[in-house]
């Protein structure tokens, strides 16, 4: 099946899910998640995390991206039924936002259409209620 993953872009790759698990081939694991497999684990550059610390990582000649990701610190939220898969940022980044005090920019439409920028209300305390009806 198609997959879009959402990461800092979507891209489509071809998966097998089985269950909890989402299995890429090495190539399309690249793609998606932006570690290249290679002999000495999964790398980005000159960084290289060996397989070891990715116990549940490599299910037969695919990669789980879900058990991947995770034992990365970064969670994964899926929903297969819509062919969506996103990536969060990792453990240390969404520290870092906390303690730092700063959210992403981002701008949300109000019940009236209204377009509103998190950037309007520099220096104002603010109070964001979210919640989904599915």
């Known amino acids: 099946m198609q997959l879009t993953v959402i990461d800092d872009q979507a891209r489509t790759v071809e998966a097998e899910v089985d269950g909890e698990q989402i299995l890429l081939d090495p190539a399309d694991f690249a793609i998606a998640a932006g570690w290249e497999v290679r002999p000495e684990g999964f790398c980005q550059g000159d960084v290289c995390i060996p397989y070891s610390a990715t116990q549940a990582a490599r299910v037969g000649d695919k990669i ?3 058990a991947t990701m995770t034992a990365f610190g970064r969670p994964v939220l899926f ?22 005090g700063k959210a992403a920019p981002f701008s949300l439409r109000d019940l009236d259409g209204k377009i509103h920028h998190l950037a309007d209300h520099a220096g104002k305390k603010k109070l964001l ?6």
């Open 129 to 134: 209620i979210a919640f989904a009806s599915w």
């Open 64 to 66: 789980d991206l879900v």
């Open 79 to 100: 929903a297969i039924d819509n062919q969506v898969v996103a990536l969060g940022q990792r453990s240390a980044a969404r520290y870092d936002a906390v303690v730092g």
